[in-house]
């Protein structure tokens, strides 16, 4: 490089953003590492995990001999994040915080400090690429390791956000990235994967959520109107949950097959079961709203592409509909099971993610 270019890098105190800072040093990058706090509150051991976290990063940027330092977005965290979570799931729906923590904090504010620290690039140790084009355009593409992209909780990023950011794992492997980490002596080298919402860490989720959300209970029932039991708040059944129904012993489901969640009423505050045959699971279609389109809005108002409704899931054969600048209708190419209300339906094509929004309802 004739001129040095700075990036500051999201440190997280993981083995990914570790060698994401590790491989951008070596490409000659004049290298920051920036540490964000976003949720303060203890663990109810007493532990601070961003205490933890933060000495990996002192460690990893000490070895890597580059400057580092900490800022706290723990207000907008709560404010544009987690009130969300709960608004949410006070509505009976799913949220999936980690898609806005990218939007409203990793690529907002976070970007806004890295440039008050001389940032020509920001970077992060997310699994996917990134194709910025002569024309100004900033494509977010599919990680090398399909197992381990993270494009799905990207996709509600915009043009302006995704302007000078760089992915350096977009062609590794999880196991190069571990391998590198060992090499160098990084000391996140064998650290255990983050998992989970990040405010709730290793707590137990229903006993975390009932300090903001009070429980409301309410009936049990089969469809024929049958009362199997009482639940303990909407907010903890998610459709198609089996476990922790606690109605066992209920006729039907021995030889009919475990009961499940087919529908959350919320004016009704009533969980509807089911047990047997999956079919009622499975829907045809869902209709999508705030869509965010990445790349831009296509010119066709129907086209064909792949969609993902979960991270952890293949992408599904698609047809889409346009309906408005931030509504569509998704047709299933093979019916879909457990379409959740709050999660995002994500498109892509063979090598893009193309956007996404949050799913309104399926349709069956």
């Not at 800022?71 to 915080?97: C, H, I, S, W």
């Not at 509504?327 to 193309?354: H, M, P, S």
């Amino acid at each position: 490089m004739s001129e040095k270019k700075t990036v500051v890098v999201g440190m997280s105190g993981g083995v990914d953003s570790s060698v994401a800072a590790l491989l951008l040093k070596q490409q000659g990058y004049n290298v920051i590492g920036l540490y964000m706090v976003n949720w303060e509150e203890e663990e109810l051991n007493g532990c601070c995990p961003a205490v933890d976290d933060y000495a990996d990063v002192r460690r990893v940027c000490a070895l890597l001999d580059i400057p580092y330092y900490s800022v706290n977005f723990a207000k907008q965290y709560y404010e544009n994040v987690f009130q969300y979570f709960l608004d949410e799931y006070n509505a009976g729906r799913t949220p999936n915080p980690d898609v806005l923590c990218n939007r409203e904090i990793k690529f907002g504010p976070f970007k806004e400090y890295a440039k008050k620290l001389g940032a020509d690039y920001v970077a992060t140790g997310h699994y996917c690429g990134i194709a910025h084009e002569a024309d100004g355009t900033h494509r977010l593409l599919k990680a090398k390791d399909a197992n381990k992209d993270q494009t799905y909780f990207l996709n509600q990023l915009s043009q302006s956000q995704l302007e000078g950011v760089l992915f350096p794992l977009a062609d590794l492997p999880k196991p190069e990235v571990r391998r590198l980490a060992a090499e160098y002596g990084l000391a996140t080298a064998e650290k255990k994967d983050s998992t989970g919402i990040c405010f709730i860490g290793e707590r137990n989720f229903r006993k975390f959520l009932q300090t903001y959300i009070p429980n409301k209970k309410g009936l049990i029932k089969t469809y024929d109107g049958r009362v199997l039991g009482e639940h303990i708040g909407l907010m903890y059944y998610t459709i198609g949950q089996r476990k922790g129904l606690e109605i066992g012993g209920q006729k039907g489901d021995t030889n009919g097959g475990r009961w499940f969640v087919i529908e959350k009423d919320i004016p009704n505050n009533i969980l509807y079961v089911a047990h047997g045959a999956e079919d009622r699971l499975y829907s045809a279609a869902c209709l999508v709203s705030r869509f965010n389109w990445i790349p831009k809005k296509p010119e066709a108002s129907q086209f064909d592409c792949y969609a993902k409704f979960r991270y952890r899931q293949s992408e599904q054969k698609v047809s889409v509909t346009v309906l408005s600048d931030t509504e569509i209708r998704i047709d299933f190419a093979e019916r879909q099971r457990a379409i959740t209300e709050g999660q995002y339906a994500v498109l892509y094509d063979d090598t893009q993610c193309l956007g996404g929004g949050v799913i309104e309802k399926a349709i069956f």
